[in-house]
């Protein structure tokens, strides 16, 4: 049979995914002849589980994403329905936004993005094979037999490689939402040298909204005049929907335990590793049978449809269980199922096997973003696909690749603990998990990466200009932090109607600032201070100088910590030749190959002992 040859393009991208949507974008935006191959063109950009993006520390990453010059944040800005600020109640280090998101028109404002990109083309097809000769990548094989020849690829396959949807004692060999899974692409994976994990996660039930009885559940409204996700959504979105938040009751978990046994997760079934941080119904029952209720959010997945999402009731129970538990929480009783829960397992690779720049270590030019490298959650997905799609593009070009340091983003915090300390199962994001998190917030994401992501060539003379803007008025604002003023009527008026003492001496604007109930936007209204300032630009004065202090601490962490990983590593060496190392380090050493002194003391197993050893070791050998 004639064999297909396409000669056409520089990189494929494998997936239309959240990841496979920002690296195909990266690809095409700096140049790079690029194709999209997807199962299925209803899949991009698809909100398979929950219809909303961000949230605790997710927030972060789409705001990083945005910075970058990503796509996820405008998106989601563009399509949101319900937006609100997470967490407001504590400190600026774990403020996190969150919108609920009209998952159709999502879905249809990335792929109308996609298709009108230059340099991007995009093709239903499922990858079979990925070709290599000389550990280097030089093309693609799809199961009708077309190869592509290209330069790089990058996999972002989510949960469809081979995966299974599993309801009760039903098991079906399908992705998610019915659409069509990877057969094929497993097999070459192995070949490749690739370790391969099963990983199982799941959703829950859908109800029309219709069949609801909300009279006497909690509302939960969206905040008004928070910042976007991204600095180039110029029209604060408006909230078009509330959601509903109801709990469960003992009736709910005398069901689940009643029929436990019928659980694919307890009765052996179900052979993945499920998230940790996003449980099934049955798994919180169980593991957490102190607890007397646990909180069920009813959220809309579209202003086009009545179907409503089930937050936290995620279950693989039979549908016969998901009916009468569904029917036993308040609100719910009379609720009509449109679409049934489901668990899903899938394969995915040993995240240790890839370089920072997320890159294959024993293939060139083959990258890998998203669920495949073990995580959870969109987000977490879409700014792998990001760091992936410019690392290739920067493959290709014989440019210096992008590495995100823990300092520098939640995106750099992800991908260092993937590769440095791998993971066991579904990976999230959590706003602990970053030792920096004061520096990685929420509002300042865009002084933290924006020059990034223009030297890098994402950063369009827009987004520049922009930032360039409120970098002046951020300077304008430290200016006036020096002035002094006076005690007066009106600042008095104002300082003790915030449960604030009197001012009865001069005072600076950055010690009014400090005092606990003052922000710049008050002393703007009040004394006319930080004139013509957008919301965002005092949201920022403000942040800076209560945290100053604690800003400055973590700043001096940082230096500290890059001392270490300026101590680069050879790649080459053979860590059991230390006989000083303990056994278990040498093991870790020499299956991560660490690039520097800082990524080897964070590799599980390795000791402060074990890190003063191989100092001390390579450092009589003149090896750092």
Not at 492 to 521: F, H, I, Q, Y
Request: charge should be positive; charged fraction near 25%.
């Amino acid at each position: 049979m004639r064999q297909n040859i396409n000669k056409d393009y520089d990189a494929i991208v494998v997936g239309a995914g959240h990841a496979g949507c920002e690296a195909a974008l990266a690809l095409a935006r700096t140049g790079i002849k690029t194709l999209m191959l997807t199962l299925s063109l209803d899949s991009i950009g698809f909100l398979a589980c929950n219809p909303s993006i961000g949230g605790t520390a997710k927030g972060q990453i789409v705001s990083e994403i945005d910075a970058l010059g990503g796509e996820m944040g405008i998106v989601a800005d563009k399509t949101a329905i319900l937006m609100r600020m997470l967490n407001m109640g504590k400190g600026p280090a774990v403020h996190s936004l969150r919108a609920q998101e009209d998952k159709i028109e999502y879905h249809n404002t990335m792929k109308e993005t996609l298709e009108n990109t230059p340099n991007l083309d995009i093709k239903q097809g499922e990858a079979a094979k990925i070709l290599h000769k000389n550990s280097k990548v030089y093309g693609l094989k799809t199961d009708l037999g077309e190869i592509y020849y290209v330069k790089a690829i990058v996999l972002c396959t989510g949960v469809y490689l081979k995966s299974n949807i599993i309801i009760g004692d039903h098991v079906e060999a399908t992705g998610p939402n019915g659409f069509k899974r990877a057969n094929k692409l497993t097999q070459s994976l192995k070949e490749c040298g690739f370790e391969i994990f099963r990983f199982k996660t799941g959703t829950p039930t859908r109800v029309h909204f219709d069949t609801i009885d909300t009279s006497g559940l909690e509302v939960q409204n969206g905040d008004e005049n928070i910042q976007p996700f991204s600095y180039l959504t110029k029209k604060q979105p408006k909230n078009k929907a509330v959601c509903y938040l109801t709990y469960t009751n003992q009736k709910t978990h005398d069901i689940i335990l009643d029929n436990i046994s019928k659980s694919p997760m307890y009765n052996g079934l179900i052979t993945g590793v499920g998230p940790r941080y996003c449980p099934s119904i049955e798994t919180k029952i169980v593991r957490f049978k102190d607890k007397d209720r646990h909180q069920i959010f009813l959220e809309p997945e579209s202003l086009h449809t009545k179907e409503t999402y089930i937050q936290g009731l995620s279950t693989s129970l039979p549908i016969d269980v998901q009916k009468e538990m569904l029917n036993s929480i308040k609100g719910l009783e009379k609720a009509k199922i449109m679409r049934d829960a489901y668990a899903i397992e899938y394969d995915c690779i040993n995240s240790l096997q890839l370089y920072p720049t997320l890159e294959y270590k024993n293939i060139r030019g083959l990258f890998t973003a998203g669920q495949i490298n073990g995580t959870s959650g969109y987000e977490e997905a879409a700014c792998q696909g990001l760091i992936a799609g410019i690392n290739a593009s920067r493959e290709i070009q014989g440019k210096e690749q992008l590495v995100l340091k823990r300092d520098e983003a939640f995106i750099g915090v992800l991908i260092d603990d993937l590769v440095t300390k791998g993971t066991d199962e579904p990976y999230r994001m959590l706003t602990s998990r970053a030792e920096y998190r004061l520096h990685l917030r929420q509002d300042n994401c865009d002084l933290r990466l924006t020059e990034i992501g223009r030297k890098f060539g994402l950063v369009d003379d827009n987004r520049w200009k922009i930032f360039l803007k409120k970098k002046k008025n951020l300077e304008k604002c430290r200016k006036e932090l020096s002035k002094v003023i006076a005690p007066n009527e009106d600042i008095n008026t104002m300082l003790e109607s915030v449960g604030e003492s009197k001012l009865l001496t001069g005072a600076t604007v950055e010690n009014l600032l400090k005092r606990t109930n003052v922000t710049a936007k008050m002393l703007q209204d009040t004394l006319g201070i930080f004139k013509s300032q957008k919301d965002d630009v005092l949201n920022e004065i403000t942040i800076e100088t209560k945290y100053a202090g604690y800003i400055e601490k973590e700043e001096r962490q940082i230096d500290d910590a890059k001392r270490q990983e300026k101590m680069l590593l050879p790649q080459d060496f053979d860590y059991s030749t230390i006989e000083g190392l303990r056994l278990e380090a040498r093991e870790k050493l020499n299956k991560v190959k660490p690039l520097n002194m800082g990524q080897a003391s964070r590799i599980s197993g390795v000791s402060p002992a074990d890190i003063s050893v191989l100092t001390v070791y390579l450092k009589s050998k003149k090896m750092i």
